[in-house]
């Protein structure tokens, strides 16, 4: 007998008839033959709506308290699935993150999983039981509750995948499928049968949410079979598979385009060209506990450096601040910073083999007066930072240049 893990996301299970639609096609999936454990998202909008209280009550609460709060909103979607599962006449069993001992570190907002402890599942999945997982949440060693980033349901259904030695994990979403961009903003955007690991690394950490990128390094690390799929589709499609490279099929030199809305930028010009110098401008930022995206430096005829680097959009204010003072320290010209950008990226490991994609890309984006802020490549993508009006227009002029465009 078979065990597949199912992933269900926010949308998903956004309404009672959208939990009831999943409850059918879990027990469908039961019916086939399979043991089946499901991880749960909270109810669309439900996560937002927790924050959006908190911050009615404080700017900055505290950090233990704030996973309390969020780690609610995927407890209500578990036991309201299990009750659909059980007028069904399934067996089913909700359990938090804490009760199945999802182990974290103690990193609230952002924990990393350590280890899930699987006996009692087995026991429950043995005795014909259908289990159904609270997303998003762990417990740390101290009993603290934990969770795990945005998106992070996808992480726990690839963790439980990777831990129960499932046959295949299956998010389902929105969408159909992994795509060659953001459908929403791309409508010709195509959908991908497979897709390969790094390739949809690179895509998660340039901005594309559909999988959470520790989701996606997990599944690699562990080799769990990873399959996006749509929950509002009838009937079982085939989604995107995501593949270790040699099982690709079709070889496009660019795979996708990511592009990332969070960013912003900030530039100290006019410094004196010294060793020691790169560090002094960003040991304070990452003292901060900011993290640096994209730097780039250059030395002006007369002798002095421009240095600009991308930090996280809520990170903004701060990082300017911290820049401006150290700005005064070091005798420049200019501290700026700009918070409309955007951060559009071409996505491919054929790209290791095919030179010229970066000057296509550039002229392409030339050819619609699309000034380019930043560049950064490395071996399988190339990075531009331009302004933010730019988006739609920067992502499907390039969508059309590499020929991603599905006939319509
Ligand atoms: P869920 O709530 O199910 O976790 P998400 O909103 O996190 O769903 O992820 C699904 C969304 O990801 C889609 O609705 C789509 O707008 C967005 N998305 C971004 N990039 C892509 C892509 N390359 N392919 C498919 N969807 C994408
Ligand atoms: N509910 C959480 C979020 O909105 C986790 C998830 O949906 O994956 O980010
Ligand atoms: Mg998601």
């Not at 043991?35 to 439900?46: F, I, N, P, R, Y």
């Not at 799929?229 to 085939?238: A, K, P, R, V």
């Not at 960013?263 to 930022?285: F, R």
């Not at 990075?383 to 499907?396: A, H, I, N, Q, T």
């Amino acid at each position: 007998m078979a065990l597949i893990v199912q992933k269900y996301g926010g949308t998903s299970v956004g309404t009672i008839e959208r939990i009831q639609a999943v409850a059918d096609r879990v027990i469908a999936t039961r019916d086939r033959g399979n043991q089946v454990v499901v991880v749960v998202s909270a109810m669309s909008g439900e996560t937002n709506r927790l924050l959006g209280l908190s911050s009615q009550i404080e700017k900055s609460p505290s950090a233990r308290e704030m996973d309390v709060l969020l780690s609610t909103g995927e407890q209500v979607t578990i036991a309201l699935l299990s009750m659909a599962l059980h007028v069904r006449g399934a067996m089913a069993k909700s359990y938090t993150g804490s009760q199945i001992k999802m182990l974290t570190d103690d990193v609230h907002s952002k924990a990393r999983i350590t280890d899930i402890q699987c006996d009692e599942m087995r026991v429950d999945l043995e005795a014909g039981n259908i289990i159904v997982v609270a997303g998003f949440q762990g417990v740390a060693e101290n009993g603290n509750i934990t969770t795990l980033g945005r998106g992070g349901s996808d992480t726990t259904a690839v963790a439980m995948a990777a831990a129960l030695n499932a046959q295949e994990c299956q998010i389902y979403t929105d969408v159909d499928g992994v795509y060659t961009t953001d459908p929403r903003v791309e409508p010709r955007a195509r959908k991908l049968d497979r897709i390969t690991f790094e390739e949809m690394l690179e895509m998660s950490s340039l901005g594309s949410k559909v999988l959470q990128i520790r989701s996606v390094e997990f599944a690699g690390k562990y080799n769990v079979p990873l399959r996006v799929l749509s929950s509002f589709e009838e009937g079982e499609g085939i989604g995107t598979l995501i593949t270790k490279e040699g099982d690709k099929m079709e070889q496009a030199v660019v795979s996708g385009i990511a592009f990332n809305r969070d960013e912003a930028q900030l530039t100290i010009s006019g410094i004196p060209d010294t060793p020691g110098v790169a560090s002094d401008i960003l040991g304070p930022v990452t003292r901060a506990n900011i993290e640096i995206d994209m730097i780039v430096q250059n030395v002006g005829e007369d002798g002095t450096t421009d240095f600009t680097f991308t930090v996280h959009r809520n990170d903004y204010e701060k990082a300017l601040g911290l820049l401006q003072e150290t700005g005064k320290k070091l005798g420049a010209r200019k501290t700026r910073g700009n918070d409309s950008i955007v951060k559009i990226s071409l996505v491919g490991v054929g790209m290791r083999s095919h030179a010229g994609i970066a000057s296509n890309m550039f002229a392409a984006l030339a050819r619609e007066s699309i000034n380019i802020l930043m560049i950064s490549t490395s071996e399988i993508k190339i990075s531009v930072v331009v302004d933010e009006k730019y988006l739609e227009l920067g992502v499907r002029t390039l969508h059309n240049e590499f020929d991603l465009d599905r006939v319509i």
